[in-house]
Structure formats: structure tokens, C-alpha cells
């Protein structure tokens, strides 16, 4: 079974700041990761996604994140943010057998102040 | 190319009442999934279907129902609802099962 842990539920940062939005699994096979974002009364967009390859994963946005296996974690980070960046970000994983069911987090708030 | 889309956006029910969601996937992709998204949590796993097949289902009671047809596009079905049905369905289609999933805007459903 696999299980996602997103430790912060609301992260406040003032705009132009740097951020850094937590994110730990736990999964007995090997995994796929990935940060979705949600704007208000939206669907989920796909920020970014770690298959294989490079550890560090660079998506839209500015955003990228990083694969740690000995840490179990997928941080997802930005060097600075805008306002527009004040959304809910889901990370989440996904066994890498052929069966894409994605198991999310609870999500983290990021609330992006002037 | 448009995205996934989904109908209605909104919808207020009764309890006892049945509810039926349709979703259309990306043109080209095959693959379908649903998701119930209460509010303050993240989405959880309802099914998928792939080339018209259940191909796999999340811990939900036999009231949830789906099917995919031959354009692939998808309808879940929700019978009997309860307050706690009330939730933001997410529909997300791939090219097939392995694939990055990509999601729709939802359909966000009150019961009364």
C-alpha cells in the first residue's frame, strides 16, 4: 500500500520569497511522483512529475522538485513566488506497474501575501 | 485540443436520490478515471476504466457505479445519495494505464 504525507497544511509566504512545500511517501514498491495544483473551484493541474532519471524535476511555473529515496521525499520548491501562486498543492505517487491509480496527500495551502 | 470536461459543474440532490456524472476525456486518450474529493482533503480513487473495462475500483460501496463507452467517455453513477456524497467528483484521462493522468474541472455536488 502506498501512502503520501503532506506535512504542512498551510504555509504563509510573502510574495518574491522563496517556498518550499513539503512532501514524504511511503510505498513498498517503486514509485512515480508527482505536484498537482488546484486554484479555487478548479480541477488539478499537473505541475510536475518524477518517473526515472535525474532526481531533480523541473516543472511549469517555476517550480521544481526533487526525488530523495533514501529520505522518502519529493519537496516541491520555488526561488520566488507571486501572488498567483496562492493555490492548494497536492503531491502524489503512483506504483510504477502498469495501473495509474494516483494515491494524494491532503494538500498543502500556500497563501502568497504582498 | 481541449481538455477533459465534465458536466454538469454543479449539482444539489436530495438525500435518496440517484446522480449521474459524465466526464470526456482528452481526444486520443483511452483511459478514464474517477475521484472524490471532499472538501479539506485531497482526491480519492473511485475507479478506472480502460477500453470500456473496469480495471480497477477504490473503497467505495456498491451505490457508486461507472461505465465507459466507445467514444470513451464516462458516466459515474451515484445511487441512493447521502450527506456525505456531498464532494467535488474529478474525472482524469490518460492515454492508457500507465500514463500521467490528466484531470478535468469537476463536478462539485451538494447533498441536501
Known amino acids: 500500500a502506498q501512502s503520501v504525507t503532506q506535512l504542512d497544511s498551510q504555509v504563509p509566504v510573502f510574495e518574491e520569497a522563496p517556498v518550499e512545500l513539503r512532501c514524504n511517501y511511503s510505498?513498498?514498491?517503486?514509485?512515480?511522483l508527482f505536484w498537482y495544483v488546484q486554484y479555487p473551484n478548479q480541477g488539478l493541474q499537473l505541475l510536475l512529475k518524477y518517473l526515472s532519471g535525474s532526481t531533480l524535476v523541473k516543472g511549469i511555473n517555476g517550480f521544481e522538485a526533487e526525488f530523495n529515496k533514501s529520505q522518502t521525499s519529493f519537496h516541491l520548491r520555488k526561488p520566488s513566488v507571486h501572488i498567483s501562486d496562492t493555490a492548494e498543492y497536492f503531491c502524489?505517487?503512483?506504483?510504477?506497474?502498469?495501473?495509474?491509480?494516483?494515491?494524494f496527500g491532503k494538500g498543502t495551502m500556500l497563501l502568497v501575501s504582498p | 485540443d481541449a481538455g477533459v470536461t465534465q458536466s454538469p459543474t454543479h449539482l444539489i440532490k436530495t438525500r435518496g436520490q440517484h446522480v449521474t456524472l459524465r466526464c470526456s476525456p482528452i481526444s486520443g486518450h483511452k483511459s478514464v478515471s474517477w475521484y472524490q474529493q471532499v472538501l479539506g482533503q485531497g482526491p480519492q480513487f473511485i475507479f478506472q476504466y480502460y477500453e470500456k473495462e473496469e480495471r480497477g475500483r477504490g473503497n467505495f460501496p456498491d451505490r457508486f457505479s461507472a461505465r465507459q463507452f466507445p467514444n470513451y467517455s464516462s458516466e459515474l453513477n451515484v445511487n441512493a445519495l447521502l450527506l456525505g456524497d456531498s464532494a467535488l467528483y474529478l474525472c482524469a484521462s490518460s492515454w492508457d494505464r500507465a500514463q500521467t493522468q490528466y484531470f478535468g474541472p469537476g463536478t462539485r455536488l451538494l447533498v441536501l
Open positions: 502524489a505517487s503512483r506504483g510504477n506497474s502498469g495501473y495509474s491509480t494516483l494515491t
Open positions: 510505498s513498498s514498491v517503486s514509485v512515480y
